[in-house]
């Protein structure tokens, strides 16, 4: 539950807390979206009957297929055939990816930049829980449902309490680790465990609520199970990456750089997920290669 520690923030607090308690549920075709990409079994077909009726959708997935799939004789205009081109697992991320974010609103284009920008991290850390998940041959639903929906405590942030969120420097800026005993000051409560009492009043799985809270939880990482060390080494490394390819462009990011390295390796060790320097590296190649191969999902993304 979220705490105050603030007592000149009280209000703010007031108001955060109401905010989750009366946030709209999740629409429906959102759960039955996440019915399906929990269950083994699910098929193309299964997700062509939720998207029936979806409009729009429809029109990202197909889209995202000819994007894709630039190249073939003629253009892909059946729903179906887009659905099998792209397979189960790109068309579950691109239909949740939707869904969860026209859950929430934005006013402006820097509103919704910044919120963008939350979103593609989130999918990014879902890739690299992905890769992560491979590497240590741990494969579960919830290694990219918890990436997608590690930081959603921000994105409710960013919706609702927007003016306040120039007061925090971490929030819009590629591969910022978010400092949340500034979220603490300000609104009583860091954006982790604000996620998780969201995700609890959305009815999500239990094990997927505490994940998303303790996601931040660095000095407890050893006490974990595998798919919660798993998400907060992902979100270290998605931070990591970033890092590396802004450090040419973006002034005064080396020693940011380092210390999120540093943060990573320490996390890996006592995780017992990431071992060395070299296994690293190793995760970080098949992350990127990943991120290359979902290179037209993140661009459908960016463009809103």
Not at 197 to 214: C, E
């Amino acid at each position: 539950m979220l705490g105050k520690q603030n007592p000149e923030q009280v209000l703010l607090y007031k108001r955060v807390s109401s905010c989750v308690e009366g946030f709209a549920p999740l629409p429906s075709v959102a759960m039955r979206v996440l019915d399906l990409v929990t269950d083994p079994d699910t098929t193309v077909a299964d997700f062509e009957k939720v998207l029936q009726g979806d409009v729009s959708l429809v029109a990202a997935v197909l889209k995202l297929a000819n994007s894709a799939f630039y190249g073939l004789r003629r253009q892909v205009d059946s729903l179906r055939h887009a659905l099998t081109l792209l397979g189960k697992s790109e068309v579950q991320n691109l239909i949740l990816m939707k869904v969860l974010f026209r859950s929430f609103r934005a006013t402006d284009n820097h509103q919704q930049g910044i919120m963008t920008a939350i979103w593609r991290h989130a999918l990014e850390t879902a890739t690299a829980a992905e890769a992560i998940g491979t590497v240590v041959d741990e494969e579960s639903p919830l290694l990219f449902l918890g990436g997608m929906l590690h930081d959603i405590g921000k994105v409710l942030i960013v919706s609702e309490f927007f003016s306040e969120v120039e007061k925090l420097e971490s929030y819009g800026i590629p591969g910022g680790i978010s400092n949340e005993a500034e979220e603490q000051e300000i609104f009583g409560c860091g954006h982790s465990k604000l996620g998780g009492q969201l995700l609890y009043r959305w009815l999500f799985p239990v094990h997927l609520v505490d994940i998303v809270a303790q996601h931040h939880d660095y000095d407890t990482i050893a006490e974990k199970e595998v798919a919660g060390r798993i998400l907060i080494l992902a979100n270290l490394l998605s931070c990591l990456v970033t890092l590396m390819e802004w450090e040419h462009t973006v002034m005064n990011r080396e020693e940011e750089l380092a210390q999120v390295r540093s943060l990573l390796l320490s996390c890996g060790e006592a995780s017992g997920l990431i071992r060395d320097a070299e296994s690293l590296d190793s995760i970080i190649d098949l992350y990127r290669q990943r991120l290359e191969d979902r290179r037209d999902l993140l661009e459908l993304m960016a463009a809103g």
